[in-house]
């Protein structure tokens, strides 16, 4: 079937309306909108789209595959570079667009591609095994940087899933925040698939347990902050539950998401 993408009036209208489901859901949760990041996912969505998306103000961006996010990520800068440039000092006030854009590996990272991907984003959410954190410390400290990451977890126990065992979560956080060129920012999961939201509660409702029990412990200090949870089909329940990060495609794009 041919993919269907959303037009710049329908992904402005999504993009609103997204926003405004997330503001829903965090107000249930006791919280303001602010307190819950969207990282606009772009496995499907064209390249006009995601400039537009960009320029409605959408700061973050996700990527699951390798070679795309090095393809769009030097795209982007360019663009982001070039339309600055030609704005000066006459840009207009309401324009939304950010200075720069914050870029997340979302999907499986191979330790053969941490060099490729390293680079090019923020905060890589799908650090799964102390080899992969291994890999990612060496190639940070030969460049003397610090990577931010969070730790994956498999809390659905579903075989299909990467992600560690709930139980190995706190070890595996203490070990990686000994690693002076990684930092340790949070957890991340993925929900069963399904047509129903209440289903995706008992796996966030978990993670979320794990998550405040690594902070309550005061693993990775205070910047061990970020809550990793929900897409399209689910994230409001995921906010819920207290994700402060929610990775949607579809819901913006039109398009099935990583």
Request: aromatic fraction near 4%; charge should be negative; hydrophobic fraction near 40%.
């Amino acid at each position: 079937m041919t993919p269907q993408h959303a037009g710049p009036s329908q992904l402005k209208d999504a993009f609103l309306a997204v926003n405004d489901r997330i503001a829903d859901a965090a107000a249930r949760s006791g919280r303001k909108r602010e307190d819950v990041a969207m990282v606009a996912v772009t496995k499907y969505a064209s390249p006009d789209q995601i400039r537009s998306i960009v320029e409605l103000g959408q700061a973050d961006l996700g990527e699951s595959r390798v070679q795309q996010l090095t393809q769009r990520v030097p795209q982007l800068t360019e663009f982001l570079s070039r339309k600055k440039t030609l704005a000066g000092a006459s840009a207009r006030a309401e324009d939304a667009t950010p200075d720069k854009v914050r870029w997340h590996m979302i999907g499986q990272l191979q330790r053969n591609k941490v060099k490729q991907v390293a680079p090019h984003v923020d905060l890589i959410h799908s650090v799964d095994s102390l080899r992969l954190a291994e890999e990612l410390h060496n190639y940070a400290s030969r460049l003397d940087i610090v990577i931010d990451i969070l730790i994956q977890v498999n809390t659905s126990g579903e075989a299909s899933k990467s992600g560690i065992a709930p139980p190995a979560v706190t070890h595996l956080v203490e070990s990686i925040d000994t690693m002076m060129h990684l930092r340790p920012r949070g957890l991340m999961t993925m929900a069963p698939l399904s047509e129903d939201p209440e289903d995706a509660r008992p796996t966030f409702a978990r993670t979320a347990e794990l998550f405040n029990d690594v902070k309550t412990e005061a693993i990775g200090g205070d910047h061990f902050n970020v809550l990793s949870m929900g897409m399209t089909n689910d994230f409001e329940v995921a906010i819920e539950e207290g994700a402060n990060v929610v990775r949607i495609g579809r819901a913006l794009f039109g398009e099935t998401e990583a």
